[in-house]
Each structure stands twice: as structure tokens, then as C-alpha cells.
């Protein structure tokens, strides 16, 4: 795990005091986190003048340079202002979608300047309370037109940077479009440069919706379109919670870790969560630690499990293929089907082979328990 | 709502006498459906000798002469079975996956041969209670295999069929593949020959999730993919309820209404649902009607929320365009985007504006209760 | 509905200006209010010096005068302070649990200048992200001790005044203790005055963990323990969303002002709920005279339902006793039991009765529709 | 973990050979359990006639007394017949709440002969799809007339039982009557012997609701009324899964087990579960193993962090008590409160104090993972 990151936003809120960008990339290099991501507004107040903004990247980039912390990824703040009420991209109102690409070229210039090959998209207002207020269908066409866009605006300025669109199904709208990695990944191929953008999958987003992350996250990497990943942990059904890796369900984020590891994915694991708020700045950083610990943990445990002599021999007989199959399988001919369809199948000996899942199971959790 | 029909599977149960496919035709008939589909074991049980499958397809095809209803659709069990535990097109056992293709070929030519255009494939066991179990990658790749080869088979037949999928998030299995609406229309974008294949989105699967219905129906109409149907009601976080259409939500079930009437989606409004276990056969009837009444009940509120002055008036004004951003719309050029980047907005004015969704939705809730 | 009313906290939020609590009692009165209530530091900043207090009294109070609007519910805020970042009553540090006491004796003494009747207790941050981190038991007992000292308290200063124990299952908190009104309802019979405590359910809290609201009002009602209600509404599974009375579901909000209405239920009908940001003052006024209207749109709808000749002879045919049952009705007695463990049940008729549900769910469905 | 066991009912299904009671028995006996519950018509079929049954009973006891098997829970099925299809006890129909009693004292009768001490009420059919058909109020009157008539009958016949209400939130009806734990510890104290009724709550049933399981037991444990527990697991928001103990969540198996480790509970660890569909009888086996070794790691757990260095003595730390409240604590006085009342607090310091629970519960989780 050479990438590990967080994003400044997080480490910040109510009860405690707010860091500066720079005092934030001092506490991450503190607690050995590879990278900083930010919204543009956690590095540039919304109402800097010039001269502070370029102070600011500044000073941010004297930190990066003094720690070596890299900036894998940036992306917009097109939520917290009252302006994005009811939207940015899919907002009724033509200035609000005006000032929402304006100021997410502006951000994108930020970003690449800081470093970042990776500009995440996450629509905190693209959604609504009542579908009497917008056409789902015109909300859409919005969202696309405002990525072709914005892909030209990459294109015609030369950078290197791919998109990844994030995901969530509510909160803070009573529902946002595009609401899972699902549908992110469908919406992406009716883009106009669809090689340019991918997905940012989180954890808590599919959470939310009682969904399986890894089977998400497992069809965003088969098709090439895993350009990033947000890791946290929430329980299904609840407020976005933003959790430290793990704290809800060890079984989950070892699939998950099992994943990402075997198929060599190689972009950032971006801890995108919030220590409790019961935690002062020394929580702060065990929770950050923590977030990284357990990654490695199960990194580890996914190794034993690919290592583990019984688990192996059943996955061996739970695949096995005695080839009696192998006339019908590979490409189509009409002849190979002809066959297919005469052939006469043992319907009950395929429904009486028992698969031992339970025992590969039971394995598994006692390896996650260290028992194994 | 010229197109209406009932499965035929859902009409029995333990607590009623199971009915033959003649006797469900003339049910249908009888309280005005448009047509029947089923799943091919709902017709011709799976034992049936080739005698029995003959008569059986004769005497459904007179009940459909006899009473003038069609099939537009039909599909596979690949889900009752025991030999189909783990998965048919995703099952870790070589001989059902093809034992899945087979099975789905004959139920193909079957559906075919009672003139249904539209095939659905709902993969009631493709999915896992244990990722340790099956690599989801596999599982993508497997279920990509089986529907490229079924494709190719319904082309070397000459058929005039598409193809429609329908996700579901959980149950039977603990969790299932494509999980949703948009994680279908992202796999059918990866498949040999797209343009056959579209899905079959069910009110119940997605409210299973917790997400907005319409927005997925929305994505797949936009895309062209809105192949057919699957219309019932069901609360949000539960089991399989299929209860009838409006039954739990008449505000999500009007705007779905609204949005299939306003874009003239001329598919199939398929009620898939299930009466209430405590009905003999007058109440499934009365179940049945009430599911095409309330659909046309709201179709005409639908109708009147397009003629009602007070609520276009506002919609008028919420969309309200005074035309200050008309330089940057339009295609990209970089002029364009230089003036765009450069354009000074009043964000203070932008975010103050009230928006009247509150009175809106309030319109549309009095619209619905009749009072407006 | 003559007692509906509106707490001061909602309407105000990052989108819209503050209002000062005097200009949301005229806000109230101008949409028609019955009443106001607040929590301690709505009405008094928590720093405000003792004749800052005693000026915002004073006009508070002119500001009642002048409208007519009473405070029949006042209640203390124990989440927001930094200092309840663990709980209040329940929190591990003794000195926040005495503060907590201190906060809320203070509070009531405001409440009864302001002539509430009711006051509510919502533990905001009463709940865990760990179970490591606090015993439980240990948690109830802590909740217990509070309840009982301020029973005494009010029972010491000869207040009328009577306790409303409100659940919540999560967020802020990842978990909350006594998650549900169920779970209140258990809790307040180990108090050592039972007879001061009542719950306080609320529609958003009970859909959060996907429950029959109306249900858990009917408990409350039945056991005497519906000291008050908070009406919004809110989809199962979700974060708290607070929207307008029957913004999401219309039929569930017809069954709970059905159970309201039908039992004589005379405590206030209170909108706990908070306009979308979209809006202005004029949206909010929308909003909250959205909520009252729609009350008392269902309550029509209620009386309706209770004069339908159609569905009142379907509910007189389902609840039909012939009679034969009599002799084991009633008090229990030996010679009953035998007789009864005797009688020979025809189970198959029992199974075999068609009972019109769907029937007369549609009609209410129709009925609430306004075409029946 | 002296009083393990297993229902009978779970161990069968379509996609294995159903099981004999007696083969039930010695399954259970091979695995190591330590008893065997059942459903009435579990063990005698409902339409045995008294020859029939006398053989079975007499056959069971003999596998028990071969296998040293008890019998420490038994229950009455009031939900598979169609004749419950409305409900048993809250039935609209008196035949059938009359047959629900009679059935239930004649399984009451036969759990006592097999030496039952606990009797468990699952109201499987006790809900509603619409509340149109029933007064939630009436359903309450009618199960508290149920369980007080029950009760009358256990004291009347001199029976050692107890009985244990299980709570259930919906499924196989849309919305089930007590629909959490919390509610049915609230109903029995209006029962009119509250002292024989307790609860028997199921990790399955609250976290369908998304609820913390454990503070729900901690809830009844702490009231005196853990009679009985349901062990197995479940995603939160799904369908009834019943899946081994632990499958799903270890961190909230571990806080269930310390809980009642903790507490010296000492009534049954019944494991209420069922196998996955893919696994034959060595499977089951597997399965009914895994539950108990699961629960046994989980056990040992707890131990060991209740004996951690690092763990207890940020414990202590996060529960000091430096004495300062101690003239506030302890009974009510009006001295105390007027004193109490006149303290100033620092809040500001109470707010900015760190606690630790990210490092508490990182340990608790590489404990977990055995890496501690």
C-alpha cells in the first residue's frame, strides 16, 4: 500500500479546531500517509483575492515539498455554497450551471498545478427533493453536457488527467442522481470521451444503499474504469457515516482489500473518512493510523488466505471441471449448439452436489480472527 | 395503457389453489389484461416429456386465440432448481452454466414460438452469500460469456427478439450481481451486441435498495434502453414484497407514471406483482384490477399536473432562463471558455434566489389527493 | 386540529438568514400556528449573560402576547455543545453528566415561565460509535438516575409538568440508545415515576430503522403514554430528513392522523420539520402551511373513510363474528380450557376465507386519490 | 458455553432431504450441541392423529435420552397454516384466535412433556399489509387478551414455564405488530403476569431494522427479562437471512458475546440460524460447528480484552472520576439541586477534552483480527 493518502477536508469540524492546509499535510506526513487530496475550497477560501490565493499554493507547496507528500488527486467544492442549493451541473437555473463550470475550471488549473492526475466528481447537490422540481431526463442531459465540456476543456488545455465520478444515493438531497457506481459507470459511456473518465467508488456511498462494495468496485476494475477509490466504513441504511477503514465490518473490507490486491490494482487507497468527534488531534492521528494499519492488516490476511493449503484445495473443488462441458464452451458455432441443446443433463445430481461454502466461510472468518 | 398484461407465475400460492396457465389466461381476460408473460417452467414443467410440452403449448396458444390476449415477453427459471444453488450462468459448476444455456435456448425458441419480442433475464441465483465463494471478477466475466452466446444464438436463429436484464439487489442470494438498474445498463455496454440488449427495471428491486426508481428509469429511457417493465410497489430496506402497484407509494409511483406517459415509453406495462396472501380468487382479481386502475389514475393526474396553470407557472419560473449565459452555451471553443473563466458572478444573489419547491411539491401532493 | 404549532429551531439554516426568535413567533402566527416550542438555547444562547436572558424573555413573552401563540412543549438542547460529544446523561465524564443536569433544571425552570406543560427529552447524542467505549448497562443505568433526579426535581419545585421521551436510532450518533419508541416505552416503566412520563414519537426517527410508525403511536396511545408528537416525514433507511407531513408517504400519514383522530388523541399536533434549503421565507411560510393543510386534508380523508358505506360493510364483513367462539371468550377458567382444547377446528375453511384486503385497500387508495 | 443448541426446524429445506425429527437429534448430538428446540408441528405434523404423535414423542425422547439431547426451549407454529394467513392471536377472524389458543395449549402441554422450561411466542403472522383492514389498537388488546389467557393456563396447570416474546419487524408480513425487542419489553408490562414474560430477541430481527443488536439485549438483561436468545446474523435492511453466527458482522458478534459473558447470562445460546442452500448434510454440519467455534473465538476475545493492558487502562482513563461532582451525585435533595444548579461549569474545557475511542477501538479491532 504505497499510495495511501487522505483528503484535507476530514480532519476538521466543530469540536475541534480547524487546521490549515498547511498544518493538515504536517499531521498526514506525521502519521506516514502518502498523498493530500482536496476540495478547492479546503486549499483557496471561496472568497480569496488573487494575491491569497497564490500565497496560499504556495506555502502548500513549500509543505508538500518539505514533507513529500504528493497530491494524487483534486476536485470541486460544488456543494457547500448556498448558490449550489439545488444543484451545480443539474441546477434549473443557467448562471448556477454557468458558475458551477467556471469555477470547476478554475479548481482542475488548481489541481494540475498541484500535481493531480486524478479529478474526482462528486455532486453533492446534484439531486432533489421532489421530482416535481426537475425532469430526471433533463437532469441528465445536464450532467452529460457539463462533462463533455469539461473533457474539451482538459483536451484543449493539454493536461494529464483522467475524471473519476463518485457516486452517493442520498444525503444531502433526498436523492441524488446517478446514485450508485452502477449507474456511474453506465452514465460514463454516453460521454463523449469515455477513455478519459472512470469512477471513484466509496465505501459508505454503496453502504448507504445496502449494497456489496467489492462487487461494485469489482465491475468498475474489469472494466478499466477504477481510476480511484474512497475507503471508510459505514453500516447499511444510515447517514453517511465516513468511518475509519474497517470500524464497521472487517469481514467486507478484507473482500474488498482482497480484491484491490489481487488484480494488482495500482491507483491511490484514499482514506477519505473523520475521526469520531469525540477525538482531540492525537485521535485524529490514530485514526488515521488506524485507517492505514488495518488496510495492511488484511492486505496481509489476503495473502495468507491465497497461501492457505485448505482454503486453496476447496476453491480447487469448487471449481473443478472434469471437461465433460468442454464441446460447448469457447466461441459460437451453430453446430456446438445444436449439440448443447441435445444434450441430456442429471438435473438432480447438479442440484444434490453439496459445495461446502459454509466450511470455506468458517475458514475465513477464523483466518480474519487469527485463529486460523 | 394500451399494453398491460400479468405474469402468470405470480397468481398462486400456498394459500390458494394453484391455477393452470389456461385458467390464468382467462383470469386475465377476464378483468382486462392486454397479455400474459411467464417464465418457461410456469408453462411447461420442468419434467415434461416432449407429448406433454406439445399439448400444453397447443392448449395455451387456443387460450390466447380465444381471448385475444398476447405475449410480449417470456423468460427462464433459472432460479427453482436446486441444480441452480449457486448461480446458472455464474454458477462455479461447468455443467450448469451450460446446463443455464441450454435451458435458456429451449425456453428461447418456446417464448419465440408464442410471438414474444422481448426476452428477460433475471438471474435469480446469480450472486453469493460469500465472497469467498466465487471472485466477482469471474462472475462479471462468466455472466458477459453466456449472454454474448445467447445473443449470438438468437441471431444464427433469425429471431426477432431483444434481450432485457433486470437487477435486483439481494434475495434469494445474500447479495446478487448488478446489483441495480445502473449497474445493468454499465454491463450491457460491454457485451458483444449491445444494441439487442436493454433492461427491465423493477419497482420492487430498486426500493429493495432504498434508491429512487424513477431515476433509474429515467437513465434507461434516456438511453434507449427502457426495454420493458416490471411495475408493483414495495417499501424501501425490506424483503421481496411485490406488493400492488401505488400500494406502499402513490407520490413515487405518479412521477414514474408521469415520466413513462411524458416520454410515450410504448413498451410494456408489466404488473409483477403478487396479491396479498389473505385473498381467494375474487381478491386477486380485485388485486389485478386495482393495479391497472390506480395506473391509470394517476396517468390522468399526470395529464393534469401538464394542464394545471398554478404548477406550469411556477415550473416556468423555476426554469427561467433571462439569457445572461447564452455566450458560454452552446459547443466548446476556447474562447468561449476564456470569457466563461473570466465572467464575474454575483454568488450571494445566486444562492439567496427562493425557489418555490416547497409550494411546488405541495401543489402536487394536493394534485394527488384530489383536492387541487 | 387545533393545537398544530411549529418549533422555533427548523426554520432558519445556512441557506436562509437567522431569525431572531421573536420574528419566528410572527412567522407562525402569520401562517396560523397554535403554538411554539423551542430548546433552551433556540430561545437563550448558551453564553448569554443573565440579563441578556431575562431582555429575550421579556420579549419572547410580549412577542406571545401580541400573537396569541402559546409554548405548550419546551425541551433542552444537549447535542450541540461540544461538551455533550459523548452524550450528556449518558456520558462518561461525571462532570458533563452533572452540567447535563445543571443545563436541563435550568432549562425546565424557562419552560414553565413560558407555560409549557410538556417537556420533551431527545438524547441527541445518547449512543456510541464503539461499544468499546461504553458499558450498555452502564448506559441505561446512567439514563435511568437522570430521569429519576429530574422527576424529583419537577416534583420538588411543584411544576405541572409532565415528561416526553423522544427515540431516535442513529445519526448523530452511529447508534442511539433506546433506538425506538418501543424501546422508550420499555425504558420509562423502570422509572420511579412512571406516572410523568410519556413518549414523544416522531415520524422521521421510526422510518430512519424502516418501522410502522403508525404502530409504535398506537402502542404509545393504547398504554396512555402519547404525551406528545412530532409530525414530518421521512423515506425508511435514510439520514434524517425532516420533510413536510406527508411529503413522502400519504397513505402511511393517512393511517397515523386516522389512529390520531379516531382515539380523540387532544396534545399537540407538532411539525418537527424543516423546509428544503431551496426556499425563502415565503417557501418556508409555503412549508409550514403545507404541513397543516395536509393534516387536515387527511383528517377529512379519515372521516371519509369512517362514512364510506362501501369500505365500512367490507370491515364489517371481516371483523363478522357468527358467534360460535363465545363460550371460550372471556375471563380465563379451567372448564373454558377444556371445552376449548376440545373443539374440533375445520383448519382447511379457516385457510380457505377470502379476505377482501386488497379490495378494501384499494378503495382507501382510491379514496385518498380523491376519485372514490 | 455449557447450553448450546439448535432449533430443529432450520436444518431442512427444497435443496436437501428432509430430516426426521429423531435424525435431527443425532445430527445435533454429532456436532456437539447441547439441545434441541422445535416449532410443535416441527416435531408431531399438524395433521398427525394421537397414535401418530404418542410414536413420535416417545421415538424423540428415546434419541434424547441416547444422545443426552434436552430440550430447553419448545414453541407453537401460528404461522404456516393458511388458516393464520391474517394472523393467529390478532386474526380479525374469532375461529381463528380461538384455534390459535387451542393449538398453542396442546403445544404448551407437549414442550412441558418434553421438559421445556422456556416457551417462545413468535408471531410470524401477527402484522399487516394495510392498516386498513386492522385497528393497530385492537391488534395490541387482542395479543395482550392472548398471552394473559396463556398465562392463566401455564399457572392453572402448576407448569414450570416461562414464556419469551420474539420480536420480528416485518417478513412474511409487510409490517409485524411489536416490531423490535424494545417494543415487546414495552408490551409485556402491561400484561397481567408480567413476571412469567420475558423476551427471546434475535440478531437477525433487529438488525433487518438496522439496529444495534446488543444495546437491545442489553436493554432486557439489564430489565431482568433475557429469558432466551436467537443467535445467527444478517446484513441490516435485507430479507430474513438467518445466516451462522458471525457470517456477517464479527465486531458486533464480539460486543453481543462480551455483553453476555459479562453479565453471567445464563440462559440458552440458541443458534437460530440456517445453513447456506449450496451445502448438503456435511455442510449442515459444517454450518451448526461454525456457529459454536465462532461464538467460542468471540468468547475467549472477550477474555483477553478484558484482561488487555493498554485496552483497561484507557478504559479507566476514559471513566475517570476526579470527585469533583461527588456533592451532586447520589439521592435527590433540594440542597443538592440548589447547589448544583448555582455550579459553574468550564465548558469550553469539558468540550476540548480528547478521548481516545479511535485508539480503543483500533485495539478492539487488531484484537479481533488476532494481531493484538
Redesign the interface.
Known amino acids: 500500500m504505497d499510495r495511501r493518502q487522505h483528503r484535507a477536508r476530514p480532519i476538521r469540524g466543530?469540536?475541534r479546531e480547524v487546521l490549515t492546509p498547511v498544518e493538515i499535510v504536517r499531521l498526514l506526513a506525521d502519521v506516514g500517509a502518502y498523498g493530500v487530496n482536496f476540495h478547492d475550497n479546503d486549499l483557496v477560501p471561496?472568497d480569496a483575492t488573487l494575491a491569497q490565493r497564490n500565497q496560499i499554493v504556495r506555502d502548500f507547496k513549500q509543505a508538500l515539498a518539505d514533507t513529500g507528500l504528493v497530491v494524487p488527486m483534486a476536485t470541486t467544492n460544488l456543494f457547500s455554497?448556498?448558490?449550489f442549493?439545488?444543484g451545480a451541473f443539474t441546477s434549473?437555473?443557467?448562471?448556477?450551471?454557468?458558475?458551477a463550470?467556471?469555477k470547476t475550471?478554475?479548481a482542475i488549473d488548481l489541481g494540475v498545478e498541484l500535481g493531480a492526475k486524478i479529478y474526482v466528481f462528486w455532486g453533492g447537490r446534484e439531486g432533489t427533493?421532489?421530482?416535481?422540481?426537475k425532469?430526471?431526463?433533463t437532469?441528465?442531459?445536464r450532467s452529460r453536457d457539463a462533462m463533455?465540456?469539461l473533457c474539451?476543456?482538459v483536451l484543449?488545455q493539454g493536461y494529464d488527467l483522467k475524471f473519476a465520478l463518485e457516486a452517493k444515493?442520498?444525503?444531502?438531497r433526498?436523492?441524488m442522481?446517478?446514485?450508485?457506481?452502477?449507474?456511474?459507470?453506465?452514465?460514463l459511456?454516453?460521454l463523449a470521451h469515455p477513455e478519459m473518465v472512470g469512477v471513484n467508488p466509496e465505501v459508505a456511498h454503496e453502504h448507504?444503499?445496502?449494497?456489496?462494495f467489492?462487487?461494485?468496485v469489482?465491475?468498475a476494475?474489469?472494466?478499466g474504469k477504477l481510476f480511484h477509490i474512497d475507503l471508510n466504513d459505514q453500516?447499511?441504511?444510515?447517514?453517511?457515516?465516513d468511518?475509519?477503514f474497517?470500524?464497521?465490518?472487517?469481514?467486507s473490507a478484507f473482500?474488498l482489500v482482497k480484491?484491490l490486491e489481487?488484480?494488482g490494482y495500482d491507483g491511490s487507497r484514499h482514506f477519505d473518512a473523520h475521526?469520531?468527534?469525540?477525538?482531540?488531534?492525537?485521535?485524529?492521528k490514530?485514526?488515521a493510523?488506524?485507517c492505514m494499519?488495518?488496510y495492511l492488516?488484511l492486505k496481509e490476511?489476503a495473502e495468507r488466505?491465497n497461501a492457505d493449503q485448505e482454503?486453496q484445495a476447496l476453491l480447487i473443488e469448487?471449481?473443478a471441471?472434469e471437461g465433460?462441458?468442454a464441446p460447448?464452451?469457447g466461441a459460437?458455432t451453430?453446430a456446438k449448439?445444436a449439440a448443447?441443446?441435445g444434450?441430456s443433463?442429471d438435473?438432480?445430481a447438479?442440484?444434490?452436489?453439496?459445495?461446502?461454502?459454509?466450511?470455506?466461510?468458517?475458514?475465513?472468518?477464523?483466518l480474519?480472527?487469527?485463529?486460523q
Chains 1, 2, 3, 4 share one sequence.
Open positions: 466543530p469540536v471561496i455554497d448556498p448558490a442549493k439545488d434549473n437555473d443557467p448562471q448556477v450551471r454557468a458558475y463550470l467556471h475550471m478554475h427533493e421532489t421530482d416535481a422540481a425532469d430526471p431526463i437532469a441528465i442531459k463533455n465540456f474539451e476543456y484543449d444515493p442520498n444525503e444531502p433526498g436523492d442522481y446517478n446514485a450508485t457506481t452502477g449507474h456511474m459507470l453506465a452514465f459511456t454516453t448507504m444503499a445496502g449494497l456489496n467489492t462487487h461494485a469489482a465491475q476494475l474489469e472494466a453500516a447499511f441504511g444510515r447517514y453517511d457515516q468511518f475509519r474497517g470500524a464497521v465490518n472487517l469481514k473482500f480484491l489481487d488484480n475521526a469520531y468527534r469525540t477525538e482531540d488531534y492525537e485521535g485524529v490514530d485514526f493510523r488506524g494499519r488495518t492488516i490476511k488466505f482454503i469448487i471449481n471441471d465433460t462441458m460447448y464452451q459460437y451453430s449448439v448443447l441443446k444434450h443433463f438435473r438432480p447438479l442440484g444434490a452436489r453439496g459445495l461446502s461454502y459454509e466450511r470455506l466461510d468458517q475458514l475465513t472468518v477464523e480474519l480472527l487469527g485463529v
